[in-house]
């Protein structure tokens, strides 16, 4: 997938369980799964946002592009 | 929680259908030959006439069968699954079996207006579940996304 989600980095950098992210952004363990594992399809303005402010941070530090390797 | 009632009525009748079918294998020579003797000679062969449903009998079956598992999913709250799109499909390819058997049928053995009309409602019942599949395709690729929406 072009669009990597790196909140695994930005867990250890605040020094933060999955489940208390979950908890604070106001969405599932599942949805949560589902967004760390590149799974999500599409997020909503308002779950970034959540996420956002749950962990002090732009969403650059959560969303990185990396194009396509097409042979 | 009246759609949960229809759905349970309909899979309930296609269930009796079934068990109707599984009777009428057994039972059509001598039905056919009760109904013949009622009715008078409609100028048909007896034995192509038997040999002829039981042919038409087996795209039948499984389409009820197709049937009743596309109410299982629907009751399951699994409305557009992989297998009801599957099952569409198969739906659709037995109905238009039974068009292309009730075609010969009409153009050889009997040469009458219920066999066309057969005919027409078995391509029709083909058009339509096809349609549907292409729909339930749809909707689930719909579906998915929004699942997996976060």
């Known amino acids: 997938m072009p669009i990597i989600v790196n909140v695994d980095v930005m867990l250890a950098k605040r020094k933060m369980s999955s489940s208390e992210l979950a908890e604070k952004v106001g969405i599932t363990q599942a949805n949560l799964s589902i967004l760390k594992n590149n799974k999500a399809k599409a997020i909503r303005f308002s779950t970034l946002e959540a996420l956002c402010i749950a962990l002090d941070c732009q969403p650059a530090d959560i969303l990185e592009y990396v194009p396509e390797k097409s042979n | ?150």
């Open chain 2, 1 to 150: 929680m009246k759609e949960s009632i229809v759905m349970k009525m309909v899979s309930g009748l296609i269930t009796l259908f079934i068990v109707l079918m599984m009777i009428a294998f057994f039972t059509i020579p001598f039905l056919v030959n009760w109904f013949n003797e009622l009715t008078g000679d409609g100028g048909a062969n007896l034995v192509w006439l038997k040999v002829f449903l039981y042919l038409t009998a087996i795209p039948f079956a499984v389409l009820l069968v197709m049937a009743k598992k596309l109410c299982l999913n629907i009751l399951k709250n699994n409305p557009f699954s992989e297998s009801t799109i599957q099952a569409l499909n198969i739906i659709s390819i037995c109905a238009f079996v039974d068009f292309f058997l009730y075609t010969i049928g009409t153009i050889t053995v009997f040469k009458n207006l219920l066999s066309f009309t057969l005919m027409i409602a078995a391509f029709m019942v083909g058009i339509v579940s096809l349609v549907l599949s292409m729909l339930a395709k749809r909707a689930q690729e719909i579906k998915d996304e929004n699942d997996l929406t976060v």
